[in-house]
């Protein structure tokens, strides 16, 4: 399990700004297990990305301010989401790329992962979605069609 130090104080700092000080309830507000929310509160464990966006959606932050990747609190959510898939088919075909091969074959990532993200309409980890929102220079949040603002974050050190 990844633990991340600045995640957690990020994470420890948007909570304790809430006025509800139940953090049962809160965690409930999120829709996130409270076990969940426990081991980011406690331990800064990296929950999956599905539960990443549900904090960031309730904060109003970006995925990149949530992680603590940068201190820009600037976030403009879309107002009709874009599928995942589609955003990432559209920075494919804006760069001249082919097909998922040439993509993963570019990225290191390897098609099969294409295929289930675009089958099963699965999101990839965020590992992967750090390295599609860097080769593309846009924000994770463009890429998971959170936001219409292809603008990337300006990066500050993770030491993690």
């Not at 633990?3 to 304790?16: C, D, M, P, W, Y």
């Not at 082919?98 to 295929?115: A, M, Q, W």
């Amino acid at each position: 399990m990844p633990i991340s130090a600045k995640f957690q104080n990020r994470f420890v700092e948007l909570v304790e700004n809430i006025e509800e000080s139940n953090k049962a309830s809160i965690a409930q507000q999120m829709d996130v297990n409270y076990v969940t929310f426990s081991k980011i509160y406690n331990y800064g464990i990296l929950p999956r990305l599905i539960i990443l966006i549900r904090i960031a959606d309730f904060f109003n932050v970006s995925i990149e301010y949530l992680l603590s990747k940068t201190n820009d609190e600037y976030f403009d959510k879309a107002q009709t989401p874009t599928p995942f898939i589609e955003r990432l088919n559209e920075l494919k075909e804006k760069k001249g790329i082919k097909n998922y091969s040439e993509l993963g074959n570019k990225v290191h990532i390897h098609r099969n992962s294409f295929y289930e993200w675009e089958q099963e309409n699965h999101l990839p980890s965020l590992e992967f979605l750090e390295i599609l929102s860097d080769y593309f220079n846009v924000s994770m949040d463009y890429l998971l069609g959170r936001t219409d603002d292809s603008t990337p974050y300006d990066h500050i050190e993770n030491n993690d």
